[in-house]
């Protein structure tokens, strides 16, 4: 970490270092690039500063996964309900087999704690530790995109600043002024509109997310708990269905307790949904 940290003043050094030398005299290309050189380079090299490059390749991870997540909760419940029916039919071994083909993820561990005959308490605390582990890291790439987007804007104006300052030194040639007041308003521009336009629509993307998952890691410790009382598929289902239609109203917060967050230090690396 004292290496990346390094690398980005290192960064922010040559970047600023660059916005201060660099000869632009006209609007075009080189302006363009030279605005977003210092409002998207200095927004990555700062919130490097703060947060480990794997967490922010994570979060873009996340953010990918956000875009295609739409039947995750119905697939989550169809799929429980089956190991349900695998379950009754086959007993232990032939949910066993079932289990090893799962992906990876909160069923497949459940899953196996119930083929390595875990007690019920047991795997309650397993699979809620795991959900809050998941959340936290959830929580974290939502706050690296808020951060950004509030980054963004000030870089903006610190590129403004810096070349306001540069006009002074061609104050007598109003030609070679072109470029600078170019680079200025292009630099507040650029820290607007990927402050709102695209760090802040990221992250209301990724909360929509997180609280659907949350749901479906709340539905997949119910559905765990039911598969371990071997209760009836049909039952199964038709629990789940009623417990996703209620939590996702609007005061869903009010019919059942919130997950209680982590630090970010407390969870594995690697977690997954």
């Known amino acids: 970490m004292i290496g990346q940290m390094i690398f980005s003043l290192l960064l922010l050094g040559a970047i600023f270092g660059a916005a201060f030398n660099l000869e632009v005299v006209e609007l075009g290309i080189a302006s363009n690039l030279n605005a977003l050189m210092i409002v998207l380079g200095g927004t990555l090299a700062a919130t490097l500063m703060a947060y480990p490059a794997k967490k922010m390749l994570w979060t873009l991870q996340l953010v990918k996964k956000s875009f295609g997540s739409r039947e995750e909760v119905a697939w989550t419940i169809e799929t429980l309900v089956n190991l349900a029916r695998i379950f009754r039919k086959g007993g232990i071994r032939a949910l066993e087999q079932q289990g090893n083909s799962l992906p990876s993820g909160m069923i497949k561990t459940g899953v196996e704690l119930i083929t390595y005959h875990y007690n019920r308490e047991k795997i309650d605390q397993i699979i809620h530790k795991e959900a809050l582990c998941i959340y936290g890291q959830y929580e974290t790439a939502h706050k690296i995109l808020i951060n950004m987007a509030r980054l963004a804007p000030a870089l903006g104006l610190a590129g403004t600043i810096i070349n306001l300052i540069r006009i002074f030194d061609h104050i007598q040639n109003p030609q070679s002024l072109i470029g600078y007041m170019a680079i200025a ?67 869903r917060s009010d019919l059942r307790p919130q997950l209680v967050l982590v630090s970010p230090h407390d969870y594995p690396k690697g977690a997954q949904a």
């Open 185 to 251: 308003l292009l630099s507040t521009f650029y820290g607007v509109v990927l402050a709102n336009l695209c760090f802040v629509p990221l992250s209301n993307k990724l909360k929509e997310f997180m609280d659907q998952d949350e749901l479906r890691m709340e539905l997949i410790q119910e559905g765990i708990l039911d598969l371990y009382d071997q209760e009836h598929p049909r039952a199964i289902k038709y629990k789940l269905e009623t417990l996703s239609g209620a939590m996702a109203t609007p005061h």
